[in-house]
């Protein structure tokens, strides 16, 4: 026994360790994805390539092999949205994530008026997508758009999704303190595990979710519920105290590579005593 621990590397170890956490979290990044279903259809082809091989289906086997000639191409066209997203979330962990670029006042005020504004239009049920930009560039959605560049309000939000407003389709834009963009379309959410009752604009809510890092505030229409996507989940039906503190965990989660540790504490306890 004892010979056989000592056999044991402490690299193997850390070897072992690294590959079962990209293991876990390959895993974690496909769980209620289409991503499931292909892979299990992918472990159904292992299965059968070893049974042709076993008992010597050569027609079979060789149709497979064939196939398996080209697996990585064909892994990178099945999983492209899969893959696409966990690269943009290898480039966004904690330790790269900024805060806007913005001062710890700016954050509280984005923050503030965002809620007032969903707020209102919750009450009023008047549908609304609000996103707001961390840390992946969303110039590519915003292309379409109509510019804006105005600072953020409440009231500014209000006249944009009101029905009688020509830009109320679509979703604004929030890039640190200023509403860059009104009227954008988001895609859609490839998620087949959703339910049919929600609609297109919580559908395209999580499809930026699941593609970005983006926050995004949904506002329903038909029930004037407040809802958050973000990393490709949904949190639904929550109120405007709950909304803030979601908002600030998210916006204000760790201070810029630029800043020092102490700097870093100091402005998020700035933060949280103003909330």
């Keep these: 026994m004892w010979e056989i621990l000592q056999a044991v590397r402490v690299r193997d170890i850390l070897d072992i360790a690294i590959v079962s956490f990209v293991l876990y979290r390959v895993l974690v990044m496909f769980k209620g994805t289409r991503a499931v279903q292909m892979l299990a259809g992918l472990g159904l082809l292992m299965v059968a390539a070893f049974v042709s091989r076993t008992f010597g289906l050569y027609t079979m086997n060789w149709i497979l092999e064939n196939f398996w000639a080209f697996w990585v191409l064909a892994l990178l066209v099945l999983f492209q949205p899969e893959l696409r997203r966990a690269l943009a979330q290898v480039g966004e962990g904690r330790l790269l994530r900024r805060v806007f670029g ?54 500014l939000l209000e006249t944009i999704f ?17 509403l860059t963009v009104a009227g954008c379309f988001l895609p859609l959410s490839r998620n087949l595990q959703l339910a049919r ?25 038909e029930t004037g519920r407040i809802s958050l996507a973000v990393e490709g989940r949904m949190d639904g039906r ?16 760790g201070p810029s590579p630029r800043t020092s540790f102490f700097e870093g504490v100091v402005r998020r306890l700035a933060l949280r005593e103003k909330l």
């Excluded at 009101?162 to 200023?178: C, M, N, T």
């Excluded at 999580?206 to 983006?214: C, I, P, V």
């Excluded at 109120?239 to 600030?248: A, K, S, V």
Aim: charged share 25%; no cysteine.
């Design 102 to 155: 913005s001062s710890a006042e700016q954050v509280v005020q984005v923050i503030d008026e965002v809620v007032k504004g969903v707020e209102s239009l919750a009450a009023k049920r008047v549908g609304a997508l609000v996103v707001l930009e961390r840390t992946t560039p969303l110039r590519h959605y915003a292309e379409l758009g109509v510019p804006i560049d105005a600072v953020v309000s409440a009231e």
């Design 162 to 178: 009101l029905p009688s407003s020509p830009i109320h389709d679509g979703a604004v834009f929030i890039q640190g303190d200023r």
């Design 197 to 221: 009752t929600l609609g297109t604009r919580h559908r395209a809510a999580l499809g930026l979710a699941e593609e970005t890092d983006a926050v995004v505030v949904v506002v329903s229409e």
């Design 238 to 253: 929550l109120d405007p105290p709950t909304l803030r503190r979601r908002l600030e965990d998210l916006l204000a989660e």
